[in-house]
């Protein structure tokens, strides 16, 4: 198993700014997820953040607007810019044990735009 | 490409009533199917999962599901409920396709235990 730290749990912003989430895991994994939880909705695969290359982005999801870092085997951050209200949500960054595809989660961080 | 879907988004039961969670699945390859909890204000966390072992899988808290191919079911059951199962449960579904990995959720189900 792996132990998953996140910062913020939470945060209010305002319209138009930018938020940088952190992710700490406790042993070393090559791949690390990101993941966006919607009021209602299910978990949506935002992007894959992969240690010494540029991030793997889903359908739906840009740079631009989500940008990751990965400096190393144990650290990630998501960047949610510019910010609108429909980008209140939980964020959940995630590691996966690669043979059966279980995945662990950080506690998440809950983000509220006004 | 595989989806899930969980029927219901809200069950209620009664203390000590039979908690059961419905998921079914679609998959073009054999898959590996889990559930995980979401209690409020915290992460997912895994309840149990079939990696094609056992139909019949046990996990935590007393919670059991059974994987039953010729309906592409994976329901959540536990015989007794508790307060504290009060939570949001999501089936999810794992393939390999192509060498590539890929985990899809459902849509939740979320469980009041009505004392």
């Known amino acids: 198993s792996a132990v998953i730290s996140q910062k913020p749990s939470r945060d209010i912003c305002q319209r138009g700014t930018s938020l940088t989430i952190q992710c700490q895991v406790d042993?070393?994994?090559?791949?690390m997820f990101w993941y966006r939880q919607q009021p209602g909705q299910s978990l949506t695969l935002i992007a894959t953040a992969n240690q010494g290359s540029e991030a793997t982005y889903e359908s739906g999801f840009v740079i631009d607007k989500f940008p990751i870092s990965r400096p190393n085997l144990t650290f990630s951050t998501l960047t949610v810019s510019n910010m609108s209200p429909e980008d209140s949500s939980i964020y959940l960054c995630?590691?996966?044990?690669?043979?059966?595809?279980?995945?662990?989660f950080g506690e998440g961080s809950r983000l509220t735009v006004l | 490409a595989q989806s899930v879907t969980q029927l219901g988004s809200h069950v209620s039961v009664s203390e000590g009533a039979l908690v059961l969670l419905r998921c079914n699945y679609s998959?073009?390859?054999?898959?590996?199917l889990f559930w995980y909890v979401q209690y409020p204000n915290q992460g997912l966390q895994l309840l149990l999962k079939?990696?094609?072992?056992?139909?019949l899988v046990k996990g935590i808290n007393g919670f059991e599901a059974e994987f039953k191919k010729s309906e592409t079911s994976f329901h959540l059951t536990k015989p007794s409920a508790h307060m504290s199962d009060a939570a949001e449960y999501f089936c999810a579904v794992s393939i390999v396709s192509g060498g590539y990995q890929k985990v899809t959720f459902g849509i939740g189900t979320k469980l009041q235990v009505i004392p």
């Open positions: 079939y990696t094609s072992a056992a139909t």
């Open positions: 998959s073009s390859v054999p898959p590996y």
């Open positions: 042993s070393q994994v090559t791949m």
């Open positions: 995630s590691v996966r044990q690669t043979n059966t595809g279980e995945l662990f």
